[in-house]
């Protein structure tokens, strides 16, 4: 929670002012500026993880509250500075303008016109941000340490571990099992299970259908007075669901946390 603030904080601290320059600004090289900082919204995650990572790794700041609010605000700014110039560009300027002739200072109209008009865009950038670093786990992976450790890192390690065993019980192989449902989005409730989702490989024998094949495994168990559910689909299945479109295994596909591969 304490990384998720800090990085809204900052993502809005930095976001404002940026958006301003882009849009009120006049400049060469506005666009390719503009789109520098849109930039992580479309370089793929991993690779922004793995250059933070060597970066801090060689200045020495990995594990460090620095280094989780430097990489999530990177992940977090883009969706700060969208929002404010979403709003500063449905804002009629001539108002500030306005206020100036009447006597206020630019900086006061900038303070008691123009910043209670974008109030909208500002909160919603906040919330964006907020909601960006609550859920990272890639770049929370790369930066944690044994001391400093983000909820989605915890639960993520602690559900690895505990599968473990369940997967050797398994009677066919695994795939894959990813969170799905509230853990993943990161708001349970105090009665949520924790759903975990995946895929398995049936056997010879049920695939030339000399038996009949059992295309949906779950398994349920309790940790801890939380119940872990384990639901796994015949690979056949699964991927006849993916093609019909069927957001319920795209989630578990596209799924971050994963707690089990091969």
Partial sequence: LKVAVLTTICAVALGLPTAFALVRGR????????????????VPLVIIAVAVYALFLKLGYTGTMFAFVVSHVIVALPFTIIS?????????????????ICGASRLQAVFKVTFPAIRPG???GALFAFLVSWDEVVLSVMMASPTLQTLPVKMWTTLRQDLTPVIAEQPDPVLFATVSGAHLYGFPSRDSDVDLRGAHL??????????????????MWDREGVEMDLVTH???????????????????????LVVHTT
Avoid: C, H, W
């Fill in 234 to 256: 015949d690979v056949r299945k699964f991927v006849r669901l993916m093609l019909r479109r069927n957001g319920y295994v795209l989630e578990q596909l596209l799924s971050p």
């Fill in 27 to 42: 400049f060469p090289g506005r666009e390719m500026l503009y789109g520098l900082f849109t930039l992580p919204m479309i």
């Fill in 84 to 100: 404010i110039i979403n709003s500063l560009k449905l804002f009629d300027q001539s108002i500030e303008d306005a206020a100036v």
């Fill in 202 to 219: 049936l056997p010879a024998a049920d695939l030339v259908g000399l038996r009949e094949p059992e295309e949906t495994r779950s398994r």
């Fill in 122 to 124: 500002m909160v919603a």
